[in-house]
Each structure stands twice: as structure tokens, then as C-alpha cells.
């Protein structure tokens, strides 16, 4: 009785029923405008649907939970294509996951973000080189003072790749001398200092093979001291920051924390050490890197912040006393005949500590305003 009272609704009705099973029957590939063959993953599952277009979201949801019940050992899904309206197929860009800025056209699989120290050889299969060493041992140095840096380097085994900066010009000569000087690396800028150097070539990303980073002044005295015997006990002790402590009777002492104590391997420094012979981790240098000012040449400061790069500093910055050092000389890079007599090296250097201190305590002040609410009564407060 109802068909015969609405035959027009009847028939739609009848269509649409029609057409659902031809569709079921038939299903109809959806694909994207153009993408080069490079681009499309190679199995079947995959997507290839560009992010800007909602059956693609969804595809690629489906995707990835297939995936992610995968066994253990599959490929990767390819990264996200994205595509702007109208785009021809060389406009179409992969933006892998962590790729650095400026990386964005490469394919994820050819970047390097990380480099190191360690000398190749211009011959033979890249695969046969030796890799690079495990620590890294770095000193500014003059000719002048060779048998003091010598006696340095001798402490110092095969584990250690070793960056001389040289603030005299002087750098083939060590060749003829030394051995261990024609597989270091030799840097050359004139009458710069440690931490000119360091920020210039002792980027993270170069130093991300070494497991630790001694950045140490060159007029050490190394006679009761052995690297690898000091590695052991800094990582008994878990320091990300240390030093060798100084010895009792001889060389220059400018902080008594730092003096050795007799009687047992390290001493805590309330998250202190110096800047004469800092000892790093890979992680605490990646930080102390971004600490340093690029105008800023002569370091005066930075040893008071370095407890900002360790979580619990007073248990992970110390000094290791039964590997110990003596400061011979003091302030040997004052001298700069004509262009800067020692005190005027000191004065430069006692200008920079002031203003590092002011940018720190500044830039404190910024980020806790943005971090922390500002009391009520703050403004009455004069």
C-alpha cells in the first residue's frame, strides 16, 4: 500500500540501494595530483595522500597503527609529503623528523648533523679507517712552552684524539719535534684565547663522538696525574664536571675548594671547579658551549655558571684528588708586546667577568618573569 502511494520515493530508494552495492562492489582509488616516484612508499599500505587532504589524515592514522603492530626490525614509514595547492612535482617537499635547519630539501637518510676531530686518511677504503677515539684532549699552546705541553700529552693514551690552538702562528714545527703532533689537529689564530677558540671550534655537534672533553691550559704540571686512571674515578663518582685537584705545595692556587685533599679519591666543590683545567661530559659541554659569549674572549665568569649545566651540581661537579695537577705559571697569555701589555690583558679580562655577570644575572631575571607569576604588591616595592 505505501509503494503504491509513493512511487517516486520508492524508486530513489531502489537507486541508492543499487548504487551502494556497486560500490562496495568496485572501490574507487583515490590518489593524489603528482608526486615523483622517489616520494611514494614502496608497500601496498602505505599512503600516499598529502597531509592538506582529510582521507589522507585518516589513511596515514590507519597506516601507522598497522605499522606500529608490525614485527620488531621493520622499515620506518617514510616521512610526511607536504604539498601546496598546484604544486608541480619539483616543489613537492619531504620534511623528515629532526632534520636540521637548512636540511629540509635533503632526504633524511643523507644528512649528518654530527662530525668529529679525528684525522682521515686520503686513501683506501672509508670503511677500514680507524674511527674516532673516545675522549678528546684540547690545549692552547705557544712554542715556547712544547716540553711543558709534551709532558701533558704523554699522560694522555691512544684514546685520546688531541686540538692544539695556537696563539703564536707556530704549528709545523711541533711536526718535527713531537710525534703525537702529526696526528693532532692544529688550529691557528693569533693571539686568541682559550675560549675564543672553544666557541669557534668546539661546536656540540664536533665534539658529539667524545665521551669526555678535557679543555685544559697548557702550563700544567702532570707528574702525579694519568688520564685514563682519572676517567675511572669520574665515572665512579658520576661527575659530568670536574678537575684534577691542585697540589698542596706547588703552583699558583687562586680558590683553596680546589686545593687536593689527602685521604680519598674526590671532594665535592659546591658546584665549583675553575676554568684552568675543566673536565667535561659530552652532555655538560654541549651546554657549556651555548654559554659562552661570543664577545666575551677570555672566560672570566663562566666557572661560577657552570653548576647551571649539571642537575644536582654539588654531586656532580667536584674535584678528583687522587689524580692531581700543579698551575705552574699563572696568567701566561698576558703578554702582547705592542698590542696589549699584561695589565691591559688583566683590565679586559676583569671588564669582560662584569659583563658576563650582568647579561646572566639579566637574562635570570627575563626567563623567571615568564616562568613565574609577578606578586601582587610587586609594583610597590621600590
Given at each position: 500500500?505505501?509503494?503504491?502511494?509513493?512511487?517516486?520515493?520508492?524508486?530513489?530508494?531502489?537507486?541508492?540501494?543499487?548504487?551502494?552495492?556497486?560500490?562496495?562492489?568496485?572501490?574507487?582509488?583515490?590518489?593524489?595530483?603528482?608526486?615523483?616516484?622517489?616520494?611514494?612508499?614502496?608497500?601496498?599500505?602505505?599512503?600516499?595522500?598529502?597531509?592538506?587532504?582529510?582521507?589522507?589524515?585518516?589513511?596515514?592514522?590507519?597506516?601507522?597503527?598497522?605499522?606500529?603492530?608490525?614485527?620488531?626490525?621493520?622499515?620506518?614509514?617514510?616521512?610526511?609529503?607536504?604539498?601546496?595547492?598546484?604544486?608541480?612535482?619539483?616543489?613537492?617537499?619531504?620534511?623528515?623528523?629532526?632534520?636540521?635547519?637548512?636540511?629540509?630539501?635533503?632526504?633524511?637518510?643523507?644528512?649528518?648533523?654530527?662530525?668529529?676531530?679525528?684525522?682521515?686518511?686520503?686513501?683506501?677504503?672509508?670503511?677500514?679507517?680507524?674511527?674516532?677515539?673516545?675522549?678528546?684532549?684540547?690545549?692552547?699552546?705557544?712554542?715556547?712552552?712544547?716540553?711543558?705541553?709534551?709532558?701533558?700529552?704523554?699522560?694522555?693514551?691512544?684514546?685520546?684524539?688531541?686540538?692544539?690552538?695556537?696563539?703564536?702562528?707556530?704549528?709545523?714545527?711541533?711536526?718535527?719535534?713531537?710525534?703525537?703532533?702529526?696526528?693532532?689537529?692544529?688550529?691557528?689564530?693569533?693571539?686568541?684565547?682559550?675560549?675564543?677558540?672553544?666557541?669557534?671550534?668546539?661546536?656540540?655537534?664536533?665534539?658529539?663522538?667524545?665521551?669526555?672533553?678535557?679543555?685544559?691550559?697548557?702550563?700544567?704540571?702532570?707528574?702525579?696525574?694519568?688520564?685514563?686512571?682519572?676517567?675511572?674515578?669520574?665515572?665512579?663518582?658520576?661527575?659530568?664536571?670536574?678537575?684534577?685537584?691542585?697540589?698542596?705545595?706547588?703552583?699558583?692556587?687562586?680558590?683553596?675548594?680546589?686545593?687536593?685533599?689527602?685521604g680519598g679519591e674526590i671532594h665535592?666543590?659546591?658546584?665549583?671547579?675553575?676554568?684552568?683545567?675543566?673536565?667535561?661530559?659530552?652532555?655538560?659541554?654541549?651546554?657549556?658551549?651555548?654559554?659562552?659569549?661570543?664577545?666575551?674572549?677570555?672566560?672570566?665568569?663562566?666557572?661560577?655558571?657552570?653548576?647551571?649545566?649539571?642537575?644536582?651540581?654539588?654531586?656532580?661537579?667536584?674535584?678528583?684528588?687522587?689524580?692531581?695537577?700543579?698551575?705552574?705559571?699563572?696568567?701566561?697569555?698576558?703578554?702582547?708586546?705592542?698590542?696589549?701589555?699584561?695589565?691591559?690583558?688583566?683590565?679586559?679580562?676583569?671588564v669582560e667577568f662584569g659583563i658576563?655577570?650582568?647579561?646572566?644575572?639579566?637574562?635570570?631575571?627575563?626567563?623567571?618573569?615568564?616562568?613565574?607569576?609577578?606578586?601582587?604588591?610587586?609594583?610597590?616595592?621600590?
Open positions: 500500500m505505501i509503494i503504491m502511494r509513493y512511487p517516486v520515493l520508492t524508486a530513489a530508494f531502489s537507486a541508492a540501494a543499487i548504487g551502494f552495492l556497486i560500490g562496495i562492489s568496485f572501490p574507487v582509488q583515490i590518489t593524489p595530483k603528482v608526486y615523483p616516484s622517489s616520494f611514494v612508499a614502496d608497500d601496498a599500505d602505505s599512503s600516499t595522500l598529502g597531509d592538506s587532504n582529510v582521507l589522507g589524515r585518516f589513511s596515514t592514522a590507519r597506516n601507522s597503527c598497522s605499522r606500529a603492530t608490525s614485527t620488531v626490525g621493520a622499515s620506518p614509514p617514510p616521512p610526511p609529503i607536504l604539498q601546496q595547492p598546484n604544486a608541480t612535482a619539483a616543489e613537492v617537499v619531504v620534511v623528515g623528523p629532526g632534520k636540521p635547519k637548512g636540511a629540509a630539501r635533503l632526504p633524511p637518510g643523507i644528512v649528518v648533523e654530527d662530525s668529529d676531530l679525528h684525522l682521515r686518511r686520503l686513501w683506501g677504503n672509508p670503511h677500514e679507517d680507524t674511527p674516532p677515539r673516545k675522549y678528546l684532549l684540547v690545549l692552547t699552546v705557544g712554542y715556547s712552552e712544547k716540553d711543558s705541553v709534551n709532558a701533558i700529552v704523554q699522560k694522555f693514551s691512544e684514546n685520546f684524539d688531541i686540538m692544539l690552538f695556537h696563539y703564536d702562528g707556530q704549528t709545523t714545527e711541533w711536526d718535527a719535534e713531537f710525534e703525537w703532533s702529526r696526528q693532532a689537529v692544529h688550529v691557528s689564530a693569533r693571539k686568541q684565547a682559550k675560549w675564543w677558540y672553544a666557541k669557534r671550534f668546539m661546536h656540540p655537534s664536533v665534539l658529539a663522538p667524545y665521551e669526555y672533553v678535557f679543555l685544559w691550559d697548557q702550563d700544567l704540571g702532570v707528574e702525579a696525574f694519568e688520564a685514563e686512571a682519572y676517567l675511572r674515578i669520574v665515572r665512579r663518582h658520576a661527575l659530568e664536571i670536574s678537575q684534577p685537584g691542585l697540589d698542596i705545595v706547588r703552583g699558583v692556587k687562586t680558590y683553596d675548594v680546589n686545593v687536593r685533599r689527602e665535592t666543590s659546591d658546584g665549583f671547579v675553575e676554568v684552568m683545567a675543566p673536565v667535561f661530559t659530552r652532555e655538560a659541554w654541549t651546554c657549556v658551549w651555548h654559554m659562552i659569549q661570543n664577545d666575551l674572549v677570555h672566560g672570566w665568569g663562566l666557572d661560577w655558571n657552570f653548576w647551571r649545566c649539571v642537575n644536582e651540581p654539588k654531586k656532580h661537579i667536584g674535584v678528583v684528588d687522587a689524580q692531581y695537577i700543579a698551575h705552574h705559571f699563572g696568567f701566561t697569555l698576558g703578554d702582547q708586546g705592542t698590542d696589549g701589555n699584561r695589565g691591559q690583558v688583566r683590565d679586559r679580562a676583569s658576563f655577570k650582568s647579561r646572566v644575572d639579566n637574562a635570570e631575571k627575563a626567563w623567571t618573569s615568564t616562568t613565574l607569576p609577578v606578586p601582587s604588591d610587586a609594583n610597590s616595592k621600590s
